[in-house]
């Protein structure tokens, strides 16, 4: 396995990201994806597109807004989840809140007008104990307020107070109905979103895996109760092979279920896949059974009814919903360090070299020609394959130089224009991960380049 910081050193010299406002001294924990970084992140996105939504016969697509109605959130619970002074066994991990784990202790002590500082030192002079395994072993207190606040309007007070969403599931939620109506749609049906979550997080870093603004691919996937737990395991299935289509390596990948005191009090079934990155496991998509509890709370809070007549039976339920939910971020993160490999080469030389899939490669081919003299012809041919895939153009260096470039950001495909290419129309073609060389016809190009990019 690579040293970490000299990953991080290589995407960042690369442009696959930039720190995040560099120019001031930079944001902490903020990277914005430079012209590499960019290019795979929409390659992957458009992919995940292609496999849940385009090519699957029960799911669809809606770009939801990320400003909700502020009483989504109660609904949900993250206004009270995300805002509270939260405190962790160490020894069993159960997760309290502070005030009210000293309030069941004891009971005459306001502990809810208390500070943090307040709470801690309470906690520590009076042995209060964690309820679950009676030991006396907590974390500090950590406020968590992990929704960004905003307002719309002008004024700044509280009627018009908003949050920046904390996921992008909710936008599926709220518009159930609104997306069977208008698609004359049956169950099961997925309903899949693709974009910015917001959360404060108190403790981001390695890069982009914990961002407080991240992507997320998400899908809820509305079913029958009963059958829920026969899509769940097809769902897990279906993500896995998406991650393998990415060109991970199997044996840094796996899947772990939650126990059962681990599950979100609502959910029959939880599992994550998860990445070996070098810091260790990390967690890369979770699949959630996450029963009919975010329809129920949503039917609760907007008084509006969320249930399901099925038109073949006539029977009236709450759907249960599957949730598979993925970073877009960490997929690409994981992408990135999967691809990264130092080579000795035959020669006594060696190179870094990217094996990403030519799916997500950000340039599927450089077009480099031999010398300045061949500029015209070059430019033709880069500007042709430029209508079908993303191209690069260089003509600095010697050719080795050239080749070694393009092999460190991942380019699969190099052309090469020589003399020979004014005569008869030919070109030279190297392969990235062989080195191999082919000589074809500039007009076999495109096709031959198309069908090895194709997803
Ligand atoms: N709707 C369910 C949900 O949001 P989650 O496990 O909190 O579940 C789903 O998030 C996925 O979003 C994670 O598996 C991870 O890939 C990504 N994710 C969550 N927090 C993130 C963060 N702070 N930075 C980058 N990605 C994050």
Redesign the pocket.
């Known amino acids: 396995m690579y040293d970490y910081d000299k990953l991080v050193t290589h995407f960042i010299t690369s442009g696959y990201y930039f720190q995040g406002s560099e120019i001031y001294g930079g944001i902490s924990n903020t990277w914005d994806y430079g012209p590499l970084g960019s290019e795979i992140k929409k390659n992957i996105k458009d992919m995940w597109w292609k496999r849940f939504v385009q090519e699957s016969p029960t799911n669809v697509g809606i770009d939801a807004a990320i400003l909700m109605n502020p009483k989504v959130w109660e609904a949900t619970g993250h206004v009270s989840t995300f805002n509270d002074p939260l405190i962790d066994c160490k020894s069993c991990k159960m997760r309290y809140k502070a005030d009210d784990l000293i309030s069941s202790q004891f009971p005459n002590v306001e502990a809810g007008k208390m500070s943090n500082d307040e709470l801690m030192d309470l906690i520590h002079k009076s042995h209060v104990k964690c309820p679950n395994c009676g030991k006396e072993d907590f974390t500090d207190i950590r406020q968590f307020n992990m929704m960004f606040k905003t307002h719309i309007g002008v004024t700044e007070d509280s009627q018009s107070a908003v949050y920046l969403r904390p ?1 992008t ?1 909710q936008g599926m939620f709220v518009n159930f109905k609104n997306v069977l109506r208008t698609t004359r749609r049956k169950l099961p049906i997925g309903i899949c979103n693709v974009g910015k979550a917001f ?1 404060n ?1 108190i403790t ?1 870093g390695q890069l ?4 407080r603004e ?1 992507d ?1 691919m ?1 899908m809820e996937f509305f079913t029958k109760p009963g059958d829920d737990l026969k899509w769940f395991d097809y769902w897990k299935g279906k993500c896995l092979d998406f991650i393998g289509e990415l060109g991970i390596s199997k044996d840094k990948l796996r899947y772990r279920d939650h126990d059962p005191k681990e599950l979100a009090f609502y959910s029959k079934a939880t599992t994550d896949i998860e990445y070996l990155f070098p810091w260790g496991w990390g ?4 699949i959630a059974d996450r029963t009919d509890y975010d329809l129920k709370r949503h039917m609760d809070y907007s008084g509006e009814s969320l249930e399901y007549l099925d038109p073949d039976t006539n029977e009236k339920y709450i759907p249960y919903c599957i ?1 598979p ?3 877009l ?2 997929l690409v993160l994981m992408t990135l360090f999967d691809a990264y490999s130092e080579e000795e080469l035959p020669d006594g030389d060696s190179r870094i070299v990217m094996h990403l899939s030519p799916a997500v490669a950000p340039y599927k081919v450089a077009v480099l020609p031999l010398s300045k003299k061949l500029e015209e012809k070059a430019k033709e041919v880069h500007a042709v394959l430029s209508k079908y895939m993303s191209a690069v153009y260089d003509d600095t260096g010697s050719i080795g130089k050239r080749y070694r470039r393009e092999d460190a950001i991942g380019t699969p495909y190099c052309v090469t224009i020589d003399f020979d290419s004014i005569e008869d129309n030919t070109v030279t073609v190297r392969d990235r991960d062989s080195m191999n060389q082919i000589r074809l016809n500039i007009n076999e190009l495109v096709e031959y380049l198309k069908v090895k990019i194709f997803f």
């Open positions: 996921e599931a959360r997080e981001p982009t895996f914990r961002t991240f997320q998400e967690e890369i998509w979770g949730e939910s993925v970073g971020d960490r």
